[in-house]
């Protein structure tokens, strides 16, 4: 089955403990980026990769990071969470030609204490 | 600014009467896609249709239809014949093909299907 799959799907922190959410798709597909959704904000994105070790900052990049070494891998690194990064997150791909929809993964609900 | 607003936080709708979520954009880019998704309360992005700049006809997905009025810059999608299972926030998208094909959201239009 084609998909997008995240995990870990729910997560409680505390401040300043590092921690990698997972991205991995099946698809082949050459984008992939990182969103973030907060209430009445809509989702913006943080990272988002055109090919392997090719990345490059969305709208809202702080207090994250990201690596592309594998075509199907997209993790997204939080190496000092603090509160403000409580947030859902998801995970997105698509091909690399145009006119194509994005598949996002399921979502990971990050909680930073 | 705001590249995509949607001007409806929430919405009612009787189970199957017809219903248009607006959605207006704003772009110089010549070359762009126009999507739609649904979340429904378990979270997850649904994609529901998509139209591209230079189409000439609006696009139709099942009872899923985007009224594309490319003067007017608005990309209203319009869902026929409501269901309850219609319940969700509902958000329009853009993609400028020329600014790295990020997908730029609007802030959503919470929908409640009524019986």
């Known amino acids: 089955e084609a998909q997008v799959t995240q995990n870990p799907r729910y997560l409680i922190t505390v401040t300043g403990k590092k921690l990698t959410v997972t991205c991995s798709q099946n698809?082949?597909?050459?984008?992939m980026s990182w969103y973030r959704q907060d209430p009445g904000l809509g989702l913006r994105q943080i990272y988002y990769?055109?090919?392997?070790?090719?990345?490059d900052k969305g709208d809202v990049p702080e207090g994250y990071k990201v690596s592309r070494k594998e075509k199907r891998n997209f993790p997204l690194i939080l190496e000092s969470p603090s509160p403000n990064q409580t947030s859902l997150y998801f995970c997105?791909?698509?091909?690399?030609?145009?006119?194509?929809?994005?598949?996002f993964g399921p979502g990971t609900r990050l909680t930073v204490l | 600014a705001q590249k995509i607003t949607q001007t409806q936080p929430g919405m009612f709708v009787q189970e199957k009467e017809a219903v248009t979520l607006d959605c207006t954009y704003d772009?110089?880019?010549?070359?762009?896609?126009l999507f739609w998704y649904k979340q429904p309360s378990s979270g997850e992005m649904i994609f529901l249709i998509y139209?591209?700049?230079?189409?000439?006809q609006n696009a139709t997905e099942g009872r899923y239809s985007l009224n594309f009025q490319k003067a007017r810059k608005s990309a209203n999608l319009v869902i026929s014949a409501s269901q309850l299972g219609d319940s969700a926030m509902y958000f329009c998208?853009?993609?400028?093909?020329?600014?790295?094909?990020?997908?730029?959201f609007g802030k959503g239009t919470s929908l409640l299907v009524t019986p």
């Open positions: 997105a791909s698509r091909r690399g030609d145009l006119y194509n929809e994005q598949f």
């Open positions: 139209q591209g700049s230079y189409d000439q």
């Open positions: 998208a853009m993609r400028e093909d020329n600014s790295g094909y990020a997908l730029n």
């Open positions: 990769s055109m090919n392997v070790e090719v990345t």
């Open positions: 698809m082949n597909h050459e984008y």
């Open positions: 772009t110089s880019d010549p070359s762009y896609g």
